[in-house]
């Protein structure tokens, strides 16, 4: 098991410095500077060619990718140059909000969607089936924005039971430890804020969940037909064993391996919804952020977190190889 | 559930639920807690994060709404509009030649941090500023200084502009005097600038130690200036928190504010990046107010028993044209031509809030310089189409850019605007290739680099002087227009040499009058923008400048 | 009376947008008190399906099942789902074919076989452990408490075999039936799972229904013994008298196609021809006809009935029985 | 003679009656299926009226769908807008333009737009993986490295979520609708890279392949004769399902301000981002082309949804 990590972890450098230079050839690419960006529309010529210098963006690419890659040696990955904020602060206040939100979000989706795959397939055929697979199917189709626009309209503005934005209601001053609202309050007791930024999660969070359940359903669904049809159930049965026993540990325990690795590789289309979440409910996540970067042409933070997501991707990836590994003793072996 | 038994999930199963009905109680409360009639904090919605809590270092609105309520320069506009009035200064004068600016200096005015306000402290400043060095004189940290005053004591860069700030003595105890090199049109508008507003020089001599950086890409802006408890000036509010996680800026009146107490204890701005979220979060009772209202949405909330007053308009939106991009534009018909085919007053009809005006000039009517006598170029598809029959350009085809994910207070949505204008300008039987860009930088690249024939643009003014309209274009050639005209220029720059206020308001009348004969471009409209408060909230009375003052806001 | 006795049972598969299927039509058989009966027949020919109707193991939609299956006294068919529930695993229990298969992959063998006596014998923890030890041990895995914590895939075939056995006896059930448990083991492993189940069955009194293609199992095994043929039995007898006086043309036609080591050198195997796809319904009347050597007109005129052409007890469904004279004596 | 001859008629002819369960191919038994699926027929109905609608919207259009005829009754400023009437079934958008109309003439753009992307990304994809795949399968080593190193490569861009990837893909071509359709299609290359991948390695490892290679098949010959046809199944699934995607993220693009630069050219994307200003207002703008939207994609996704099972052994039933 160490190897398998150890191995995965040297990976993931030539991964990355391969990905730091086709990035860095990529963004020279991006017409435009943040120059005026900055300025906006009071740039002038001498004041965008004063800025480029002094951001020393009329040097050579290698030159810059040289300097880049020092600083990254010195885990420094710059300033962004939309916040003059260094990259690893902005970071730190918005990758845990959006690692709150799609956790929020995933777990709305395993919680409700793999009982209803479940059911869906028992009854395959049934009206819950039928119900659960087009209502999956739906969910898939609608665009992510509109379900939250029409999430907000519904529950933030008519029925005011939500907040409309943001991350936590205003004055609700709460002591900021590890970035995550809603953890940062359990830790200093302060249970008010945890239970408001759970509060503030939530429509972003359903909203985020829509693919994701649509999928896990689906995974779900013909995972567990494949097992029921498997003779170790047939075997079971013929045991005569409780519905429950036969249910959790021979059906699901089987059918939940390939749901594992599809909530694994859930995370990319994650962050993707999260742009079109977090800026409809202008929460100050990453999604948006980086959005914006990408707009405002802020190389640094670019680049920050494309090498952070790659790693993030991999080290989920290696996650999900472990949990694998322990549910299933055949991986373990090989 | 029940369906479901396998230990985790069951754990994380109740978990979720717990956390729905807790959160739903934790809203009750929440929600109980506003609708409470003593309500002390204020909130007030913003488009943007500010970049800095130093104003000095800052050249955006977002920045200034928050800084105003904390820093005080020497000059303000009267509350609600754009006339000149003391501000820390209650009176000032300059010589004729318009070098030397004395200014009388309020007594009895503290700093938040204690420190006592006086001549020494504004000097302090000044000096400050000019004595700034490294990234500071970037002009993307010291964009206004270096616009109003010039360049620096020792300018690193060989293209910086040359120093116009000569030297501030402090008099006595209240008075200080300001000299610069040359009279400029900037003066003394510039002295009421949030950038040039006064710091305690406690909190300056702390802002000396920190230096703004640029490693390697970019500018790091110093530390004081990104947290609460260094800056300190003579607001009627103290700023004593900024949550960036949350996009919170928190501000706390300050009792010994010299003039009328802030009526609302706690003052808090937070960024909604959407005009519909801002919208929705006042409809919702998240906020008590927000910025940059879109029209559409003026009237909703109107109708809705929400106050949301349009201010005077300060701003102007035009068409530019590039001459060197397409030749055709060189011929004076073809730019009359294009004049005449675009419906103004049914841009202003159909998108600007109420108040909104047909432009004639590169001004609004508010502003000093405003000439009723121009040459105007009403709506007249068949004249425009005599005009290019004239100029031999039937078959004109242009390329017309319009950015796009963007709203200015000018500008409330680009691409209706563009959309209309090129209907019209088809109808006259010119041929539009639209060429959509992102606002920033694609879209100001393209345009300022003047590889745009046809734009849309604008303006708002910092100060109630025409040169800071007409100045910022026609004082020479220039690549967003792309032509070269001595009448025009001279007329501009004429007019900012001229040191008596009276007189110089003559000469931009002449020089607006000499622009529109020549049109350089199109003037299109003058939009007022909007501000929304919640049904209970008495608001503070609107600035043609964008300067509210919410000290003034209380609760009904 | 007979422990288990089965009437016209039928077994039909009604799928969407398919006709039905009849996967048995009308099989009868009996089970007696400790005895062991073979279920004989090609693939295809039902067998395996009657098992599992016996069980109440086959899906419950799209299946239609008729006839009775009593357990003493019980009819097995109509009963609730939750006595069903109760009997199988403690009064009947069932040995599959595929051992890999039809263990969990994911659960300890210990837990695969401690489940079974929590659920019928109310064993808990330590003991439940302890008893699963000893069943390993009975069915003759070494090392049982280390086999306990191993995996299905960390067994050899025939220990996966002995490990499901284990199971099926683990609570002394009444009946056994074993579906082709010894087709997917070679042929060393077979003789010991044989000989295994032979000796559990005389030790506990169980009765065995064998279900097997394998003439050579039964030889060694049953005493009565069912050829089935496209879901009818078509002969039942003593193992004796089958292999003695094998009387309807398929059963006869089986015995010749397995070779023997008494038969005259140069005497040539005569397999059946055609497949057990070329076949009629019963209804219309032999369903061996099209692959018979002996079919007359009669054949294909409704439904043969069982007789007793030869002797009492030695049942024949068949018009025109093959009566020679008996071959050489059985080696049983 | 006679009486054998008709006793062999006789048994011909029950043989007739009585069902011979037959074993059909692949193929012909996922055709069975697929009729069957209420699933599949919905799905394929929905995407033949779409695609009619985008050859003859056009000529229906009552009005022309660029033309502001009614701009003087719209007022953006004032939130008044006109809802569907006799003259504009479905009332008219912001600018005074018959919304009918638009949403018309929109579903060719937006067929073509998903088609567009969809194509790029099967091509390419498509090419990479059997690159890889025949790399893997008998390239020896050498083609094991060539094999990893492409996939490495799939997986960074995996990695990188996909609306981002295609922003920026964006940023660096400017705004145009080809730009929105590569974008698009850029995203999809890795899924179908991987997955033509995938299914190659399956068959590689299947008999008749182990066969062929022993027969002494040249390997080129065995990659397009024997594999790549026997794994097209999944993609070809992919693809319908792509579709569907593919008009979704080009939706979520022109929420992001990146769609068509000319919105005179009703696009049901770029008409939904437009109309979402004014959702408060008048709904029904952005509901027409959100629905028309969501039931095309239902439409593809429904469909190859239902091929997936069709073809998946493991999910008859």
Redesign the interface.
């Known amino acids: 098991m160490l190897r398998l990590v150890v191995r995965r972890l040297l990976q993931l450098i030539p991964t990355l410095l391969g990905l730091s230079v086709l990035l860095f050839l990529w963004l020279n690419r991006l017409p435009g500077g943040p120059a005026s960006a900055i300025l906006g529309e009071r740039a002038t010529e001498a004041e965008v060619a004063r800025i480029n210098r002094a951001l020393g963006l009329d040097q050579p690419v290698y030159v810059q990718y040289w300097r880049f890659l020092k600083r990254i040696f010195e885990l420094d990955l710059g300033t962004s140059t939309q916040t003059g904020q260094p990259v690893w602060d902005e970071f730190a206040t918005r990758f845990p909000a959006t690692v709150e939100l799609s956790i929020v979000a995933i777990l709305i989706a395993i919680v409700v969607g793999i009982p209803m795959g479940y059911l869906a397939a028992k009854r395959r055929g049934g009206w819950l089936d039928v119900g659960a697979v087009s209502g999956s199917l739906i969910g898939i189709c609608i665009p992510v924005f509109f379900l939250a626009l029409i999430l907000k309209g519904i529950f933030a503005v008519q029925l005011q039971m939500f907040p409309s934005y943001g991350r936590l209601d205003t004055g609700m001053d709460a002591t900021d430890i590890t970035g995550f609202a809603v953890l940062d309050g359990l830790l200093t007791g302060e249970l008010d804020a945890s239970l408001d930024a759970m509060h503030h999660l939530i429509l972003p969070a359903i909203a985020l969940s829509s693919i994701p359940l649509a999928v896990i359903v689906r995974m779900t669904r013909a995972s567990v037909l494949e097992v029921l049809g498997e003779d170790y159930v047939r075997t079971a049965e013929s045991k005569g064993l409780d519905k429950r026993v036969v249910r959790g540990r021979h059906v699901l325990r089987n059918a939940l391996l390939p749901v594992v690795t599809a909530v694994g590789l859930l995370t990319g289309s994650l962050l993707s919804g999260a742009v079109l979440t977090e800026s409809v409910f202008s929460f100050n996540g990453i999604g948006n952020f980086i959005r914006t970067s990408i707009d405002a042409r802020d190389y640094p933070v670019l680049v920050g977190f494309i090498l952070f997501i790659a790693m993030v991707y991999v080290l989920i990836n290696l996650l999900v190889d472990l949990a694998y590994s322990l549910i299933d003793p055949r991986v373990r072996v090989h | ?1 029940r ?4 230990g985790a ?1 069951r754990a ?2 109740a ?2 639920a717990v ?2 009905i ?6 009750e ?3 109980d807690g506003d609708k409470g009639g003593d309500k002390d ?1 204020f ?1 007030f919605a913003g488009a943007g ?1 500010p ?2 809590l130093d104003p000095a270092l800052a ?2 609105g977002e920045t200034f709404r928050v800084t105003r309520q904390a820093f005080e320069a020497l000059l303000e506009h009267e509350s609600g509009g754009s006339k000149l009035v003391g501000g820390l200064a209650e009176k000032w004068s300059s010589d004729p030649a318009g070098k030397v600016w004395t200014f009388n200096l309020r007594k009895g005015v503290k700093f938040h941090d204690g420190e006592a306000f006086n001549a020494a402290a504004v000097c302090a400043n000044y000096d400050h500023w000019f004595n700034w060095k490294g ?1 500071y004189q ?3 940290v010291s ?1 206004y200084w270096q616009t109003i005053m010039g360049g620096f004591a020792k300018n690193e ?1 060989k ?2 502009p040359k120093p116009n700030y000569k030297s501030c003595t402090a008099k006595d105890e209240n008075t200080a005097v300001i000299e610069v090199n040359e009279p400029s049109a900037n003066l003394p508008g510039g002295f009421s600038l949030q950038a040039l507003a006064i710091h305690s020089p406690k909190a300056l001599k702390e802002y000396a130690k920190q230096d ?1 950086t ?8 110093p530390k004081y200036s ?1 947290e609460a408890g260094t800056v300190a000036g003579t607001g009627p509010y103290k700023i004593t ?1 900024w ?6 800026v ?1 501000l706390e009146r300050f009792d010994d504010y010299w003039g009328e107490k802030a009526k609302v204890k ?1 003052l ?1 701005f ?8 801002r ?3 006042l ?5 008590d107010g927000y910025d940059l209202v ?7 909330l109107e109708k809705e028993g929400y106050e949301v007053p349009t201010r005077d308009v300060f701003n102007i939106f035009y068409v530019g044209m590039t001459q060197s991009k397409n030749p055709a534009l060189k011929k004076l018909e073809v730019r009359q031509a294009i004049s005449h085919a675009i419906d103004r007053e ?1 841009i202003v ?6 108040g ?1 005006k047909a432009a004639t000039q590169f001004m609004p009517d508010t502003v000093a310089g405003f000439s009723d006598k121009v040459k105007t170029y009403p709506f007249d598809t068949n004249k425009a189409k005599e005009l290019l029959k004239k100029a031999g350009e039937e078959k004109l085809k242009i390329e017309f850019c319009y950015p ?2 963007v709203t ?1 207070p000018y500008m ?2 680009p ?2 605007m563009f ?2 204008m ?2 019209d300008l088809e109808k006259a039987g010119i041929t539009v290739v ?9 879209y ?2 393209a345009t ?2 003047g590889s745009c024939a046809l734009h849309m ?3 708002t003014g910092d100060f109630n002087d025409g040169y800071n309209f007409i100045g910022t274009w026609f004082a020479g050639p220039d ?1 967003q227009w792309g032509f070269d005209d001595k009448k025009v220029f001279d007329s501009v720059n004429a007019a900012s040499k001229v040191t008596d206020p009276a007189g110089r308001v003559e000469a931009y009348k002449k020089a607006n009058e000499t622009i529109m004969e020549y049109v350089p471009g199109v003037p299109i409209s003058a939009s007022p923008p909007a501000i929304a408060f919640a049904k209970n909230v008495n608001p503070p009375k609107v600035s043609p400048l964008t300067q509210e003052n919410f000290a003034e806001v209380s609760f009904k | 009376m007979a422990l288990l006795s089965v009437e016209e049972l039928s077994v039909t598969f009604t799928a969407k947008g398919r006709k039905d299927s009849t996967a048995v039509d009308g099989v009868s058989f009996d089970v007696d008190q400790g005895q062991v009966v073979g279920l004989v027949g090609e693939s295809g020919c039902g067998k395996s399906v009657t098992s599992l109707a016996l069980m109440g193991l086959l899906p419950g939609k799209g299946v239609k099942v008729g006839g009775r299956a009593e357990f003493d006294g019980k009819d097995l068919l109509s009963m609730s789902p939750r006595k069903l529930r109760d009997m199988r695993g403690s009064q009947l229990a069932m040995i599959f074919q595929d051992p890999l298969s039809s263990l969990n992959p994911v659960v300890p063998i210990g837990v695969q076989v401690t489940e079974i006596l929590e659920r019928h014998r109310g064993l808990k923890g330590e003991a439940a452990r302890k008893e699963a030890a000893n069943l390993l041990d009975r069915v003759g895995i070494p090392d049982p408490t280390r086999r306990l914590k191993e995996y299905p895939h960390q067994l050899s075939g025939g220990m996966r075999q002995r490990a499901l056995i284990a199971m099926a006896v683990a609570c002394a059930p009444r009946l056994l039936i074993a579906d082709e448990p010894t087709t997917a083991l070679d042929v060393t492993i077979q003789a010991q799972i044989l000989e295994l189940l032979k000796e559990l069955v005389d030790q506990e009194g169980t009765a065995l229904l064998m279900i097997t293609h394998d003439l050579g199992v039964v030889a060694g095994l049953c005493d009565q013994v069912n050829v089935l043929y496209a879901g009818r039995a078509v002969e039942s007898a003593g193992r004796r008298e089958l292999f003695a006086h094998p009387t309807h043309p398929y059963a006869h036609g089986l015995l010749g196609s397995i070779p023997r080591l008494d038969a005259p050198r140069g005497e040539p195997l005569s397999p059946i021809r055609g497949s057990i796809n070329d076949r009629i319904a019963w209804a219309d009347g032999c369903a061996f006809a099209p692959r018979c050597d002996y079919y007359t007109m009669e054949c294909l005129t409704g439904t043969p009935e069982l007789t007793e052409p030869r002797a009492a007890g030695h049942q024949v469904r068949c018009v025109n029985p093959v009566l020679p004279k008996p071959k050489a004596e059985v080696s049983a | 003679m006679t009486k054998k001859a008709d006793k062999i008629d006789r048994l011909a002819e029950l043989m007739q009656t009585s069902e011979v369960t037959s074993g059909a191919s692949l193929w012909r038994e996922a055709m069975r299926r697929l009729k069957a699926s209420k699933m599949a027929i919905i799905g394929a109905v929905i995407i033949a009226l779409f695609v009619l609608l985008a050859i003859i919207g056009p000529w229906l259009a009552p009005h022309s769908p660029s033309a502001q005829t009614w701009r003087g009754e719209v007022f953006a400023n004032k939130g008044q807008f006109v809802g569907a009437r006799g003259e504009n079934w479905f009332g008219l958008d912001h600018l005074g333009r018959d919304m009918f109309s638009r949403i018309l003439v929109g579903a060719r753009q937006t067929l073509m737009v998903g088609v567009v992307s969809m194509l790029i990304g099967l091509i390419v994809g498509a090419l990479v993986g059997v690159l890889s795949g025949a790399a893997a399968t008998l390239g020896g080593r050498t083609g094991e490295r060539v094999d990893t190193v492409i996939m490495r490569f799939t997986d960074i861009m995996l990695s990188l979520p996909s609306l981002l990837l295609a922003v920026s893909i964006a940023a660096v071509m400017g705004q145009s609708l080809t730009t929105v359709m590569i974008a698009v299609g850029v995203v999809q290359i890795p899924i179908f890279a991987r997955l033509l991948r995938g299914s190659m390695l399956v068959q590689g490892s299947s008999d008749y392949v182990l066969a062929a290679k022993a027969l002494g098949i040249r390997k080129k010959r065995i990659v397009l004769t024997q594999i790549l046809p026997n794994s097209l199944s999944p993609v070809i699934v992919q693809a319908t399902l792509s579709l569907a995607t593919a008009i979704i993220e080009a939706a979520a693009l022109s929420y992001l301000g990146l769609g068509n630069p000319d919105p005179a050219i009703p696009e049901w994307g770029v008409m939904l981002a437009q109309a979402e200003r004014f959702f408060d207002n008048e709904p029904m703008m952005a509901a027409y082309p959100a629905i028309g939207i969501i039931i095309t994609a239902l439409g593809f996704t429904l469909l190859g949804e239902a091929m997936r099972e069709a073809l998946d052994p493991k999910l008859r039933g």
Do not use: H
Request: glycine share 10%; proline share 4%; net charge neutral.
């Open positions: 559930m369906i479901f038994k396998s999930v994380i199963t978990a979720v956390g729905l807790a959160t739903g109680c934790a809203s409360r929440g929600k904090t909130v994060d970049g800095s050249s955006d990234t970037s002009s993307a964009y860069d293209e910086a703004a640029a490693k390697g890409d970019a500018i790091t802006y990104q928190k949550n960036k996680g949350n996009k919170e928190t706690n808090v937070r960024t909604i990046d959407t005009e519909a979220g919208r929705q979060a409809q919702a009772g998240d906020i879109a029209p559409a949405d003026v009237k909703t049914g009809k159909t998108q600007l809030p109420e909104g796009t994910e200015r409330p949505a691409q209706d959309e209309r090129k209907a639209p060429k959509a860009m992102k606002w920033a930088p694609d100001l690249d300022e680099a643009l604008g303006w690549k």
